[in-house]
């Protein structure tokens, strides 16, 4: 991530299999908005609006076991990050308890709510 003044609450490199940050992605998150840069040469910055995020999951494989890593899948409405993971994170329990309460922070003070809407694939809409 580059110096720009913002108070990262927590940032971390991707990691390869053996739990090394040597990667070219980048994973950050402020009281606001989560950021995923990746690149070298070209570098891309995603970003995403905490409030924004509906699900939020974590999945652990047995060598991310192993090396203290894990895989957090967030669904977001947002139209270009869309579905997303930040891929072997380290203490990743940690940071989606800390991402989690964010969200909920942020969905509150901007009184967003998430309303799930229940579909019968089984009905046929054309009868009547």
């Not at 913002?6 to 490199?13: E, T």
């Not at 090394?20 to 989560?34: G, H, N, Q, S, V």
């Not at 809407?117 to 089984?122: A, F, I, Q, V």
Request: glycine content about 4%; aromatic content about 8%; hydrophobic content about 35%.
């Amino acid at each position: 991530m580059e110096e720009t003044g913002m108070n990262y609450l927590w940032s971390a490199r991707k990691r390869n299999a053996l739990g090394l940050p040597w990667t070219f992605t980048k994973y950050a998150f402020t009281e606001d908005r989560l950021f995923v840069t990746t690149g070298l040469l070209k570098t891309v910055e995603d970003e995403v609006r905490l409030y924004r995020i509906l699900d939020i999951s974590l999945s652990r494989t047995l060598l991310q076991k192993i090396f203290g890593m894990g895989t957090i899948a967030i669904s977001s409405a947002d139209k270009t990050m869309g579905n997303f993971n930040l891929v072997n994170v380290k203490n990743p329990v940690q940071v989606k308890e800390q991402l989690s309460k964010l969200i909920e922070e942020n969905r509150d003070k901007k009184r967003v709510t998430n309303r799930e809407y229940m579909h019968d694939d089984l009905e046929d809409d054309d009868e009547q």
